[in-house]
Each structure stands twice: as C-alpha cells, then as structure tokens.
Nanobody
Framework: QVQLVESGGGLVQAGGSLRLSCAAS????????MGWFRQAPGKEREFVAA????????YYAAAVKGRFTISRDNAQNTLYLQMNSLKPEDTAVYYC??????????????????WGQGTQVTVSS
C-alpha cells in the first residue's frame, strides 16, 4: 500500500513560483502513474497534471500548461509540481494521487477516491 503526503504549499504573490512535493511510502511507488489535482473553495476537485509510469510522458490541464511542470524521482519516491507564473486563480488545495495505468486518466473521477490532506497554495494579486 502506497501512502502519499503532500507538502510545499504556501502564500506567494502573483507571478511567483512554488514547488510542491508528494512523498510516497512503500516500495511499489514506481509502478504507478502519478497525478496532481486541486480544489478551490466552492469548486470540484480538478485535474492539474499527470505523469506516466511507463515512459514519464506528461499531461497537463489547459489552464496550467506552459506554467507548471510535473516530474518524479523514483529513487526518492517523490513526485513534484513546479509552479511558475502563478495566478490568483491557482489558489487551491493541491493533492497528489496514484493510478496503475500506463496512460493516466485526465479526469478526476477516474482516479482512486482516496485523497490525502493536500497542501494549500494561496496566490495573492
């Protein structure tokens, strides 16, 4: 069983950057595709980015493409989300999740419905 813990959130001004981390426990981390999601107040949780377990192909939501970069370090059992050029609309709680498929889905409902505490990102204008 892989347990996931998100960290790295904080308060940043618009235009700034943050790097989120998702630490995974367990020796089977590398067999999963991984994804980042976010949920703003009053809104549903939405897909942000994913990375394939097979060949590290990455997938992004249109709203973050070109600004966010997802990556993984299998040796460290850690997933990252580098967020640049942040906007106030990026404010949300950010979550990571795992999926066994080689091509990860890009809709939230297709992922494991087992979410951690997340990490808060607040972007001020």
């Amino acid at each position: 069983q892989v347990q996931l813990v998100e960290s790295g959130g904080g308060l940043v001004q618009a235009g700034g950057s943050l790097r989120l981390s998702c630490a995974a426990s367990g020796r089977t981390y590398s067999v999963y595709s991984m994804g980042w999601f976010r949920q703003a107040p009053g809104k549903e949780r939405e897909f942000v980015a994913a990375i394939s377990r097979y060949d590290d192909t990455t997938y992004y939501a249109a709203a973050v493409k070109g600004r966010f970069t997802i990556s993984r370090d299998n040796a460290q059992n850690t997933l990252y989300l580098q967020m640049n050029s942040l906007k106030p609309e990026d404010t949300a709680v950010y979550y990571c999740n795992k999926d066994p498929r080689a091509i990860p889905p890009t809709t939230t409902s297709q992922w494991d419905n087992n979410w951690g505490q997340g990490t808060q990102v607040t972007v001020s204008s």
